[in-house]
């Protein structure tokens, strides 16, 4: 427990929380834990944690059952993407034939939607179906699956950790900064040579990782990075930063990063992401319910050059933040905010009912569906 | 859950004290926008567009306490309690 303190390890699925403090909570609590390793991956542009399983499906399993016994749980269950699930079912067998586990290892196959990834949505998916996140108190780590302790991990975190557990806190420093030591999966999308993930040390020039990725395939006016529920940010000043939070000044999330090519409208896409977003609303919480497709609307006004009450939709991306269950509006709120900011010219040109792009078609990927 | 009334500063006299000062907190899934919080508690509770409480997150002044207990009270969702002010929560 010490060597994963030393190592700054911090969580993978988005919202960077120390995973020593996390099993720490767990380990408090009186009765039996639970290990639930969250591989759901519900953001539709994020593909890492399918990479992760369909490759080294071992790795995360082994730092499950790591946390298994450092939290003294004798189950451990694995959710992930319909996609590798054949993978890890492999896996497992192999390892009971090798009986090397203490571990009682499940699999579930993931809910496939954008909110079904937080953590209590993934307790309630596995304890009832539901793939929506639960109100809190109580926390997880008190009374989550079956009213026992629960940890969540994103499968990303679990690899980590196995390796740490292996190898130590001073080798896992040995990558990244001494404030975000080790590495990250990412993975990168849009105007970009080769698509899709890469592991990547923290602190590596964003410019370096899109060359890592085959190089910019065009001129671009911005990067959206952390995930959809992250934030847009102006090329020209991002590409010469450091691929950290310290460096980029915002959270790293789930390591999604999408370059908008000049040619596409900012606005248009996020237009295109709000109502996909609002579409996967749990529909729980009024203001997330309600406010999102009012915001949608809005924005997509906004696209279309129809008449915008752009008051309104600031105020109401304001009053959204912070009053969810779950983080979903704050995500939402934090993303378009950062569009509004960063395509600020665009936004002009499109209140006169203009819009300077020179290609409509899609950058970022939203599933069809009842929600495209 | 529903700490609130006399009873339970009986059953816990440290809650005599104000060394605990308390913040109202809201269950937003329980809550369905009934709108009888902001009623009781105009200084610290408003509706959004949608009917939905805009909830003050300061702690609450001595002068309101009685009042935040009655929101707490009349709420026919049970969707409000009163927590510890210096304890983070994902709820607002």
């Known amino acids: 427990m010490g060597e994963i303190e030393r190592s700054g390890l911090v969580g993978r699925g988005g919202a960077a929380f120390p995973t020593a403090k996390k099993l720490l909570a767990v380990t408090f609590q009186p009765g039996r834990a639970v290990v639930i390793a969250n591989g759901t991956e519900g953001e539709p542009a994020s593909e890492k944690d399918r990479a992760l399983l369909a490759r080294a499906p071992h790795l995360v399993l082994d730092g499950a059952a790591v946390a298994a016994d450092l939290v003294a749980a004798g189950e451990a269950i694995i959710v992930v993407h319909r996609d590798v699930r054949g993978t890890v079912d492999r896996a497992l067998e192999e390892r009971r034939a090798a009986r090397i586990d203490r571990t009682q290892f499940r699999v579930v196959t993931a809910a496939d939607r954008f909110v079904a990834g937080e953590a209590s949505a993934v307790v309630n998916w596995v304890a009832r179906g539901k793939p929506v996140p639960m109100a809190k108190p109580p926390r997880l780590a008190e009374r989550g699956l079956g009213d026992r302790p629960t940890l969540v991990q994103n499968v990303e975190t679990l690899a980590n950790l196995a390796l740490i557990a292996r190898l130590g806190a001073t080798w896992y420093r040995t990558l990244g900064t001494s404030e975000e030591p080790g590495s990250m999966l990412v993975t990168i999308l849009g105007a970009i040579g080769t698509p899709g993930v890469l592991e990547v040390e923290i602190g590596t020039p964003v410019s370096n990782l899109l060359e890592q990725a085959g190089g910019l395939t065009g001129p671009i006016q911005a990067l959206l990075v952390g995930g959809y529920f992250g934030r847009w940010l102006p090329a020209e000043v991002s590409l010469r930063r450091p691929f950290s939070a310290r460096g980029l000044g915002i959270g790293l999330g789930a390591g999604l990063v999408i370059a908008l090519p000049v040619s596409a409208c900012g606005v248009a896409e996020t237009a295109r992401l709000a109502r996909y977003l609002a579409n996967e609303s749990a529909g729980q919480c009024g203001p997330c319910a309600f406010g999102l497709p009012a915001i949608a609307n809005e924005l997509e006004s906004l696209a279309q050059g129809r008449p915008t009450h752009m008051a309104i939709l600031k105020r109401w991306i304001s009053e959204i933040e912070g009053r969810g269950a779950c983080s979903h509006p704050d995500g939402v709120a934090r993303m378009i905010r950062s569009a509004l900011e960063v395509f600020a010219n665009e936004v002009t040109q499109h209140e006169g009912g203009w819009c300077t792009a020179v290609d409509q078609r899609r950058i970022l990927p939203t599933p069809n569906g009842w929600s495209s | ?92």
């Open chain 2, 1 to 92: 859950m529903h700490r609130s009334g006399p009873a339970s500063h009986l059953a816990n006299p440290q809650r005599l004290v104000l060394v605990n000062p308390v913040r109202i907190r809201v269950d937003r899934i329980a809550c369905d926008g009934r709108g009888l919080c902001a009623e009781v508690l105009p200084e610290l509770i408003r509706l959004d567009d949608w009917g939905f409480p805009i909830i003050d997150q300061g702690v609450i002044p001595g002068h309101l306490e009685a009042h935040a207990e009655d929101a707490v009270e009349l709420c026919p969702k049970m969707a409000l309690w009163l927590a510890e002010a210096d304890r983070h929560g994902p709820n607002r």
